[in-house]
């Protein structure tokens, strides 16, 4: 039984890292800016938005 947990557990994720991409690829494309960033969140959360932009 844990085995089949596990494997579904997988399919699920690689399900979600899947939708994931494709709606960081959309809005990069709609807005022609990197989702992406070097900075990590507790970064974000001081930096002026600004700064992002």
Known sequence: MLIIQVIESKKIASQ???I???T????EEKTEKS???S???????KSDVSEIE
């Open 16 to 18: 979600g890292g899947t």
């Open 20 to 22: 994931a991409g494709n």
């Open 24 to 27: 960081r690829k959309e809005i």
């Open 35 to 37: 989702v992406v960033t």
């Open 39 to 45: 900075q990590n969140a507790k970064e974000l959360g």
